[in-house]
């Protein structure tokens, strides 16, 4: 069974560091890409970057290059999500999800983690 | 960038109605690359349509999508209670950014 089991909950003040996590399972984590997906409170879906865990090939969207930093390690099944300087702006829920190589022919996202909620506030 | 806008924001329909939900991008998306969510309040999104038109792995038959270019529409044919929650339609394009959504039509019981 595919899964991804994303780390839980944060409560952050603004200026600190913060560190998401998605692991995945029951597949091969190396050969799909994995993408962040940012849910603003009572808001659409916005998509933040994507990773190619086999060889951390990372793509990002301009609203979120040089705010977060996306990474993976490989060895651990296990892809990162992460802020240097969070701000208030950043509260909202993330999701990661997978998605199958772009030598498919299909764009889309299978399956989703459970999302971690991040609240950033004084 | 390639903007989505989905149709119309909320849909009130009864169980065992058809619903037709519309997502209209800015510039022509290849059908490969549009696909369809559904997402339920304290849930993830689910994948419910990839390619336009093909289902998910476990998506009943009521589902289906169609469309090209500019114009793609979800069909629900008998809505089922389970059925009522936030729909969203994605597309991949080449220009940055390379994902986008839409806003979502909430379809919700009358």
């Known amino acids: 069974e595919v899964q991804l089991v994303q780390s839980g909950a944060e409560v952050k003040k603004p200026g600190e560091s913060l560190k998401l996590s998605c692991k995945g399972s029951?597949?091969?984590?190396?050969?799909?890409?994995i993408a962040w997906v940012r849910q603003m409170p009572v808001k659409g879906l916005e998509w933040v970057g994507i990773?190619?865990?086999?060889?951390?090939?990372?793509r990002y969207s301009p609203s979120f290059q040089g705010q977060v930093t996306i990474s993976a390690d490989k060895s651990i099944d296990t892809a990162y999500l992460q802020w240097n300087s969070l701000k208030a702006s950043d509260t909202a829920i993330y999701y990661c999800?997978?998605?199958?190589?772009?030598?498919?022919?299909?764009?889309?996202?299978?399956?989703w983690g459970q999302g971690a909620l991040v609240t950033v506030s004084s | 960038e390639i903007v989505l806008t989905q149709s119309p924001g909320t849909l009130s329909l009864s169980p065992g109605e058809r619903a037709t939900l519309s997502c209209r991008a800015s510039?022509?998306?290849?059908?490969?690359?549009l696909a369809w969510y559904q997402q339920k309040p304290g849930q993830a999104p689910r994948l419910l349509i990839y390619?336009?038109?093909s289902r998910a792995t476990g998506i009943p038959d009521r589902f289906s999508g169609s469309g090209s270019g500019t114009d793609f529409t979800l069909t629900i044919s008998r809505l089922e209670p389970e059925d009522f929650a936030v729909y969203y339609c994605?597309?991949?394009?080449?220009?940055?950014?390379?994902?986008?959504f839409g806003q979502g039509t909430k379809l919700e019981i009358k």
């Open positions: 999800a997978r998605h199958p190589k772009y030598s498919s022919g299909y764009r889309y996202f299978d399956f």
């Open positions: 029951g597949y091969s984590f190396t050969s799909y890409w």
């Open positions: 990773i190619y865990p086999g060889d951390s090939d990372t």
């Open positions: 510039q022509s998306v290849s059908s490969s690359y």
């Open positions: 390619g336009a038109s």
């Open positions: 994605q597309q991949y394009g080449s220009s940055p950014p390379l994902y986008s």
